[in-house]
C-alpha cells in the first residue's frame, strides 16, 4: 500500500463486545497524534451503505472507555453481502475522502473487510472484537475477560442457591462454535462437568455418568457448564434426559443468553482495546493492509486476515486436562 493516508474509517460490526468503545476511542485518539482526521461509521457496514457517518475528534470519545456496548452501533446488512452493495460502500468511502478502514468485530466483520481489499484495493485492518475470543491469531479479542468475569460471577450466585437446595444447575454460555468461555468459567467456577464443542467424544450418558461420580463422592449439588448449541442438544432436552434418567435429581437450568455482552468493560479489556486500536493506526500509517492487529505474549502482532479467519484455531488442550482433574 503506497497510498498516503490523510483520513482513516472506523466502524463496529457483528455482535457487540465490552471493549468496543475503548478501541474506538484509541483509533480516534491515535488519528489525532498522527494530525490525520478519523470517521465515525454508525450501524457498521450499514453505515458505510447509507453514508451514515460523522467526524470524530479526541473529544467527540471522552468518557467512553468505560462504557460497554458501542456507542457506533452494529447491525446486519445483508446488502452489503451482495457485490453490488459494496460497490456502494466503497463509492461512499471515496465520497468522503476516507482513505482506508478500521473494523472492529469477528470473523464475519473481518469477511465484509477482505472483499472491500481484494475487489477495490482498500487498505483495511482488523481489530478482534468479539466475547467468545474465536479468532485465530491473536491470544484474546476485546470483550472476552469482561463476558468471563460476568459468567462467573452469575455461577457463582447460582452455587449459593444450588447448594441451599441441592440443586443440579445446567447453565448455557454463549460459544456456538468456540468453547472457551465454558472452559475457563467452568474452571474458575467450580464446575462439576464442562460442554464445549471441542469435545468430540461427548454423549448425554457420560453426563450421567459424572454426575453419578460426583454423587457418590458427597456431592449434593452440581454445577454443569454448557456451550451453547452443544452437539446438537439443546439444554433443554439434556434437563429432560436427565430428569428421566435420574429422576433424584432437582434439576434447574439457566440460560445466561446476552447479559454476557452487556456491561463495563475489564480493565484487562480497556487497555487491549487501547493496545489494539493504537496498533490499527500506526499500522496503516506504516503502509501496512489486509491485517489484523491482535496480542501475542502481551504484544500487539500483526495477523494476516486470511490466517484470522482460520477455522482451525484450536481450543488450549491444556485447559481440557486441568478442567477433568479439578472438577472430580
Given at each position: ?5 490523510n483520513k482513516?474509517?472506523v ?5 457487540d463486545a ?9 483509533v ?10 478519523c470517521i465515525?461509521?454508525y450501524?457498521g457496514y450499514?453505515g458505510?451503505m ?10 467527540a ?17 445483508l446488502?452489503?453481502i ?7 460502500a466503497h463509492?461512499n468511502l471515496v465520497?468522503?475522502g ?11 466483520s473481518?469477511?465484509?473487510a477482505?472483499?472491500l481489499?481484494?475487489e ?6 482488523g481489530?478482534p ?10 491470544d ?10 460476568t459468567?462467573v ?17 445446567l ?13 475457563s ?6 464446575a462439576e ?10 454423549s ?6 459424572s ?10 449439588s452440581s ?7 452443544k ?20 434439576v434447574?437450568?439457566?440460560?445466561l443468553?446476552?447479559?454476557q ?6 480493565c484487562?479489556d480497556?487497555?487491549?482495546a487501547?493496545?489494539l ?5 500506526d499500522?496503516?500509517?506504516q ?7 491482535g496480542?501475542?505474549?502481551r504484544?500487539a ?6 490466517v ?5 484455531r484450536?481450543?488450549?488442550i ?9 472438577s472430580?
Amino acid at each position: 500500500m503506497t497510498k498516503k493516508i490523510n483520513k482513516i474509517g472506523v466502524l463496529t460490526s457483528g455482535g457487540d463486545a465490552p471493549g468496543m468503545n475503548a478501541a474506538i476511542r484509541a483509533v480516534v485518539r491515535a488519528c489525532a497524534n498522527y494530525k490525520i482526521e478519523c470517521i465515525g461509521v454508525y450501524e457498521g457496514y450499514r453505515g458505510l451503505m447509507e453514508n451514515n457517518m460523522i467526524s470524530l475528534g479526541p473529544r467527540a470519545v471522552a468518557n467512553t472507555i468505560n462504557r460497554g456496548g458501542t456507542f457506533l452501533r452494529s447491525a446486519r446488512c445483508l446488502e452489503f453481502i451482495q457485490p453490488e452493495g459494496r460497490v456502494i460502500a466503497h463509492a461512499n468511502l471515496v465520497k468522503n475522502g476516507i482513505d482506508a478502514l478500521v473494523v472492529i468485530g469477528g470473523d464475519g466483520s473481518f469477511t465484509g473487510a477482505l472483499k472491500l481489499n481484494n475487489e477495490f484495493d482498500f487498505p483495511v485492518i482488523g481489530i478482534p472484537g468479539t466475547i467468545d475470543n474465536d479468532i485465530n491469531g491473536t491470544d484474546y479479542t476485546i470483550g472476552y475477560d469482561t463476558a468471563l468475569n460476568t459468567v462467573v460471577e452469575a455461577i457463582d450466585k447460582i452455587r449459593d442457591t444450588a447448594s441451599s437446595h441441592n440443586r443440579l444447575f445446567l447453565i448455557e454460555v454463549m460459544g456456538r462454535g468456540a468453547g472457551d468461555i465454558a472452559i475457563s468459567a467452568g474452571i474458575g467456577g467450580g464446575a462439576e462437568e464442562i460442554l464445549i464443542p471441542e469435545k468430540k467424544n461427548f454423549s448425554i450418558d457420560r453426563l450421567i455418568e459424572s454426575l453419578d461420580h460426583s454423587h457418590e463422592t458427597g456431592k449434593t449439588s452440581s454445577i454443569v457448564v454448557v456451550a451453547e448449541g452443544k452437539n446438537g442438544m439443546n439444554i433443554l432436552e439434556m434437563r429432560d434426559y436427565v430428569n428421566k434418567h435420574r429422576p433424584e435429581y432437582d434439576v434447574r437450568v439457566s440460560v445466561l443468553g446476552h447479559m454476557q455482552r452487556g456491561g463495563a468493560p475489564s480493565c484487562f479489556d480497556r487497555v487491549l482495546a487501547s493496545k489494539l486500536g493504537v496498533g490499527a493506526v500506526d499500522a496503516l500509517m506504516q503502509g501496512k493492509t489486509n491485517i489484523m492487529i491482535g496480542i501475542s505474549h502481551r504484544k500487539a502482532v500483526c495477523v494476516d486476515l486470511n490466517v484470522a479467519l482460520d477455522k482451525n484455531r484450536k481450543l488450549d488442550i491444556d485447559l481440557l486436562r486441568v478442567a477433568d482433574i479439578v472438577s472430580k
